[in-house]
């Protein structure tokens, strides 16, 4: 059983900056590549942002490019994202995820195996 714990949600003010973490536990199956994705009320779960087991490749959201930025550490089993220049339309929960499959990271959601709990992210203008 794959366990994934986000944290560093909050209320912050348009052009602030959050982190977010996700610490996973339990067993995989194999190097397995993380993605981060979001929901906004009435709205579909959208990707954010992946990155592949080494964090040789990442992928992000062009909604985000240039402002956020996903980084991991393998020896602490946890995944971050670090989110800048916060706009109101960032506002969304935010879930981690990962994809055990064999192959280039993915930012479709039905490819993701397991899911964190979600934090939530607000963004005051």
């Known amino acids: 059983q794959v366990q994934l714990v986000e944290s560093g949600g909050g209320l912050v003010q348009a052009g602030g900056s959050l982190r977010l973490s996700c610490a996973t536990s339990?067993?995989?199956?194999?190097?397995?590549?993380m993605g981060w994705f979001r929901q906004a009320p009435g709205a579909e779960r959208e990707f954010v942002a992946v990155?592949?087991?080494?964090?040789?490749?990442?992928r992000y959201a062009g909604s985000v490019q240039g402002r956020f930025t996903v980084s991991r550490d393998n020896a602490r089993n946890t995944v971050y994202l670090q989110m800048n220049s916060l706009k109101p339309d960032d506002t969304a929960v935010y879930y981690c995820?990962?994809?055990?499959?064999?192959?280039?990271?993915?930012?479709?959601?039905?490819?993701?195996?397991?899911w964190g709990q979600g934090t939530q992210v607000t963004v005051t203008s």
């Open positions: 339990g067993r995989t199956s194999r190097r397995y590549t």
């Open positions: 995820a990962v994809d055990e499959r064999f192959g280039p990271p993915t930012t479709i959601v039905n490819e993701y195996e397991h």
């Open positions: 990155i592949s087991w080494s964090g040789s490749t990442t």
